[in-house]
């Protein structure tokens, strides 16, 4: 069975890729077509483009994690398989311009999960298992995913396989991976991947996971804004645009305009406010 690392450009994921060798490592980038996010590295940009064979304007997620990708990749000695899907804008327009948002969760699947299962389906043949970043303190979140696997231990994607001969899609359920969660199994904790990464030399973001994700707190998001406000204004520009909103409780042109009493500092967020992804 060929091995998987997925990789998402934080730190508890690529503790994984190097630590733990697999045959494969994979990471999929979500890109936007904003050009006011336009990543602005012109020579870096074009390397991404070459290597995910496709337009890179920029990312919905802080311009360093390209930089934690290229990192690692040198760090471990192995390739790293760069893979996309459409854009953000181009998934929402797909969805008819409804917006994902806590009950309509979509962009995981169709940003990240799907890419990589076609990716898989393309170029592995027979059963994978997928090694996920999932902490020792994290295994309700892996209870959640083997309780969605099928009788052989696998996890199931529908995924486009070709087209009819009238034009429409072909689409296939396809076993996409075994999960695997070897942080758990080493009974492994946030302090101890923190620790590791002290003195290595990979870059990081702030935060990683797309800078306007609704899973974010308020106020996260109003950071964020300090930290990437064309990435935040974007988000708002969709909300404009489409006429609905991420989150239910404030939009995001509301959020940016919010003026704090107090100043909000970097120390007073962590991972637990930044809006899982699902990998």
Not at 34 to 59: H, N, Y
Not at 123 to 132: D, K, L, V, W
Not at 222 to 237: N, T
Request: include cysteine.
């Amino acid at each position: 069975m060929k091995s998987i690392n997925s990789l998402s450009g934080g730190k508890t994921s690529s503790y994984i890729a190097a630590n733990y060798p697999a045959d494969y490592d994979v990471f999929s980038l979500v890109r936007v077509d904003d050009p006011s996010c336009k990543f602005k590295d012109e020579k870096v940009r074009q390397l991404v483009e070459d290597r995910i064979q496709a337009p890179f304007i920029g990312t919905a997620e802080m311009d360093t994690i390209v930089y934690t990708m290229l990192d690692l990749e040198q760090y471990i000695g192995r390739p790293i398989t760069w893979i996309t899907g459409p854009t953000f804008e181009q998934v929402i327009k797909n969805k008819g311009g409804y917006l994902p948002n806590k009950i309509t969760r979509y962009c995981t699947t169709e940003l990240k999960t799907i890419p990589i299962a076609e990716w898989r389906y393309k170029n592995i043949e027979g059963p994978a298992s997928m090694r996920f970043g999932y902490r020792a303190n994290e295994k309700g979140r892996a209870k959640r995913m083997l309780e969605k696997t099928n009788a052989n231990g696998m996890t199931e994607v529908k995924i486009k396989v070709g087209k009819h001969k009238d034009g429409r899609n072909k689409w296939k359920s396809i076993e996409y991976c075994k999960p695997d969660f070897p942080l758990i199994e080493a009974n492994l904790f946030k302090d101890s991947i923190e620790q590791y990464w002290q003195d290595k030399p990979v870059r990081f973001a702030y935060m990683n996971n797309c800078v306007g994700c609704w899973w974010r707190s308020p106020l996260l998001l109003k950071k964020m804004h300090q930290k990437e406000p064309a990435k935040i204004e974007s988000f708002a520009a969709l909300e404009e645009e489409y006429g609905n909103t991420f989150r239910s409780d404030v939009t995001y042109n509301q959020l940016i305009k919010w003026k704090p009493q107090i100043e909000l500092f970097d120390e007073e967020f962590n991972e637990c406010d930044s809006g899982y992804c699902g990998l």
